[in-house]
């Protein structure tokens, strides 16, 4: 099959609220299919118990991620408690370039930004079924959190799938349904292979013939 | 899984020049997932030996056709070598609102029409891997056509996949992958139900709670 226009790997945005479950589906993603590749976020805050530089997070001092920023080094970048959260450019585009279909597991805000600098990427958004399901997985994780806390948590949810209809693509991740919303997020990566969009180089060879 | 979004079916329009090999991938996908369903034709041509009313064509006279254009009856039409091919628009929309996946095997001129009318359908181009294979394929056939016949269906079909900045898809249908290319076609299905652009009934509800 002629698949030139297949070589060069997809930039996904993955979003999704606190309890949309993303973060189980980007890890089962990633062990089904070796054609995914997660992007490591650069941050300032502190490393945490068990996490590990360059695995979890690349963690740098402030001073050093306000030069990334100030050498455009970093795709999209966000302020977040006080810490920098950003997506390094450099490893993303050597990714692509590779055929790596590269996952960047970011809020909306970043999105934006990447939707803006990024316009060939497919942003997905990660929903939970209904909102009695986000409520009851975010009070069933058994952390200790105060009426308050799960409060705040829904309306930060709200806030987030309020923007939507900025992203391409909506993945309901139902419960025991975690196998359906994956090969859902892999059917959208063929799909958006074989847009034409997509399909310059596959099209100007097929023409020069 | 909530899935609201995804009750009413798609319509596929699927076109492809002669030797793309789409008559045979569509039967396919009929065989496979019978949410798709086929959209029959009307014409004023003569039915060949073989052909059914209802199956192969709605075979209907010239004064029947031009009457049902103006009453607006169909979705697209369009003349071929002195005789009248089109899409009855009720029988489509009955099917699509019963759910099913409506492929309409289309020229460019209808599929265009198509575009115009229903901006919701996806346009898939169904192309051979290069044009010395479609070249192959042409003379192949054993229909005993001259050399001349060969080269106009050659540039009818050059003519034809020139439109494809147009469409939304293209699936190469290469030697021996029709089933692949009939697989990409399901994913396509799949992924553009994921589309935010049609989740509006989802999302309404989902805001409402």
Redesign the interface.
């Known amino acids: 099959?002629?698949?030139e226009?297949m070589k060069k790997g997809l930039l996904l945005v993955i979003s999704g609220p606190s309890g949309s479950g993303k973060g189980t589906l980007i890890k089962r993603l990633l062990e089904l299919d070796d054609s995914f590749i997660y992007s490591v976020s650069a941050t300032t805050r502190a490393p945490r118990i068990g996490e590990r530089n360059g695995v979890n997070y690349y963690f740098i001092d402030r001073e050093d991620f306000e030069a990334r920023i100030a050498d455009d080094m970093m795709l999209e970048h966000a302020e977040y408690c006080g810490n920098y959260y950003g997506t390094p450019k450099k490893e993303v585009n050597e990714n692509l370039a590779a055929g790596h279909n590269v996952i960047l597991e970011i809020e909306v805000a970043g999105s934006m930004q990447i939707k803006q600098k990024c316009p060939e990427a497919v942003l997905i958004?990660i929903?939970p079924?209904?909102?009695?399901t986000l409520e009851a997985r975010l009070r069933g994780r058994g952390d200790n959190v105060t009426e308050d806390v799960i409060r705040r948590r829904l309306e930060t949810a709200?806030v987030e799938?309020?923007k939507?209809?900025e992203?391409?693509?909506?993945?309901?991740n139902?419960e025991n349904?975690i196998d359906?919303a994956v090969h859902?997020i892999m059917?959208?990566v063929?799909?958006?292979k074989?847009?034409?969009s997509r399909?310059n180089e596959?099209?100007k060879k097929?023409?020069a013939?």
């Open positions: 099959m002629t698949m226009n958004m929903t079924p209904d909102f009695k709200k799938l309020s939507l209809g992203y391409d693509y909506i993945v309901i139902g349904m359906d859902r059917d959208i063929i799909a958006e074989s847009r034409v399909a596959f099209t097929f023409f013939e």
